[in-house]
């Protein structure tokens, strides 16, 4: 049960920081560099993280055997990042546009996993998805 639930948590607690942190990058400050400050740090983490985890394993064997994700992954996390940073730099509030943008994207993904994953969609999900976009009009007012 508890490797359902601890990246849960972890994710959790991650976007709250993310979003503390987006909310507070210096408005004078060019985004793109901070984020290649953030990207930098992230590198470095990761670099670590390979050698604390992979013990005796060659960090070029492992790239070999990435696929076109890892490279696209790169440049949409950007659109993310750049994105919350210039919604915040907009003025939306930080209690508003999480909510949203995971709404959206939530209700966005329906097709996507049922069109490239065939993954199904139940009367229940589709009842969540109307209370939630119920919710959004409730902020929105």
Request: a positive charge; aromatic letters at 12%.
């Amino acid at each position: 049960m508890w490797n359902l639930i601890y990246p849960v948590i972890l994710i959790v607690g991650s976007n709250i920081l993310y979003n503390v942190c987006a909310r507070s990058t210096a408005g004078e400050a060019n985004a793109f560099a901070s984020l290649s400050v953030t990207y930098l740090l992230a590198a470095a983490l990761s670099f670590v993280g390979f050698f604390v985890t992979s013990k005796g394993k060659n960090l070029f064997t492992e790239y070999a055997k990435l696929n076109w994700s890892s490279f696209v992954l790169g440049v949409v996390i950007i659109g993310l990042e750049i994105g919350y940073i210039l919604a915040y730099r907009n003025g939306w509030k930080m209690n508003t546009v999480s909510v949203t943008a995971n709404i959206a994207l939530a209700v966005a993904l329906i097709p996507v996993a049922f069109l490239l994953y065939r993954e199904t969609v139940s009367l229940r999900q589709v009842a969540g998805i109307v209370v939630c976009c119920g919710g959004l009009a409730l902020l929105s007012l």
